[in-house]
């Protein structure tokens, strides 16, 4: 009889450990920001990205570092070490703090600018490709490259409002597996508005809503589209030039609904708090201090499973960017 238990607890703790991989996995997936397109990071980082703006000839603001016709360039490189309480959005009881390594590679164009009666309109298309490492020797297993792409219209008024529309893809895939952990199909829209406060600080206000449609680890049984949702996104921050430093606070609150298999019935609501301090050592590279946290509160879906979870980071990073 002790020989039958031992047989059929060794032949189910692979299951056992899948499942818990799986789940941890979607956690992970699940809690991640994905990076905003380039475009939309440059409005409230003038040190990255394709654009600042200017006022065109038709009252409108539209960004001075592109070219008036024709496609326009950019690429960067960002490295990041930085400590994380909380990797795998788990409970507070199931946290395993560690360090985090990231090295993102990204690029894109804008395919022209094209001035119309109220706006300036322009099309981008960009992606970047991220390797995730944990420092954490147990937490090798759960190391991951990202990809991410996107298409974006943007438009942007002369009362420093904007508008886009796109569409976004994400994919997570094991290091170690080289298997798909995770893949998001997102349209999406939003709006944006910049304003200087003074001569010194400028505030941005962003707000958008997307659409997700998933695909992520499983074990046999369950939705793979478990983590599919509807997103509403808001935030508030402020770029602060401090001399050579720039200071930039921000606030975000994110809204998530679910409505597949197990997460049927799950809302999620997040806040995120952010800090980061950019020093430029040169035109085309700065150095970054940066801190956040972020507080999770979810009800429950059909699996009863608290999805509540709270995460602190802190950390520098070194980034590189160019526009041609």
């Known amino acids: 009889m002790k020989s039958f238990i031992s047989l059929l607890f060794l032949s189910l703790t692979p299951l056992v450990v899948i499942g818990q991989n799986a789940s941890d996995i979607q956690n992970r997936s699940d ?35 592109l070219k008036k016709k024709g496609i326009s360039s950019y690429f960067g490189y960002d490295s990041k070490y930085f400590y994380r309480s909380n990797p795998l959005a788990t409970a507070s009881a199931m946290k395993q703090p560690t360090g985090m390594w990231t090295n993102t590679f990204y690029g894109g164009a804008g395919l022209g600018v094209y001035d119309m009666d109220s706006a300036v309109i322009t099309p981008y298309i960009g992606g970047s490709w991220t390797t995730n ?24 008024y002369g009362n420093g409002w904007s508008t886009r529309i796109g569409l976004s893809y994400a994919n997570d895939r094991s290091t170690d597996n080289d298997t798909e952990d995770y893949r998001d199909y997102s349209p999406n829209i939003g709006v944006m508005k910049a304003y200087s406060l003074n001569d010194s600080t400028t505030a941005i206000f962003d707000a958008s809503i997307a659409s997700h449609d998933t695909d992520s680890l499983v074990i046999a049984g369950m939705n793979p589209g478990k983590l599919d949702n509807l997103e509403l996104a808001a935030s508030y921050g402020l770029r602060h030039l401090y001399g050579d430093f720039t200071v930039s606070p921000k606030y975000k609150l994110i809204y998530k609904s679910y409505d597949t298999g197990l997460n049927d019935g799950r809302d999620d609501l997040s806040h995120v708090l952010s800090l980061k301090i950019d020093y430029p050592l040169s035109e085309s590279f700065k150095l970054s201090a940066f801190g956040g946290f972020t507080s999770r509160d979810s009800s429950s879906g059909l699996d009863g499973i608290d999805y509540d979870y709270e995460s602190y980071d802190a950390g520098a990073s070194l980034g590189l960017s160019a526009r041609f």
Do not use: H, K
Not at 46 to 55: C, I, P
Not at 137 to 152: D, I, K, P, R
């Open 31 to 65: 809690s991640t920001e994905r990076p905003q397109p380039a475009p939309l990071s440059a409005s409230s980082d003038n040190n990255s990205g394709s654009s600042n703006v200017s006022a065109s000839d038709t009252g409108a603001q539209r960004p001075i570092s």
């Open 133 to 156: 490492e944990y420092v954490e020797g147990e937490l090798e297993q759960f190391n991951y490259n990202s990809t991410s792409a996107y298409v974006l219209l943007l438009a942007q």
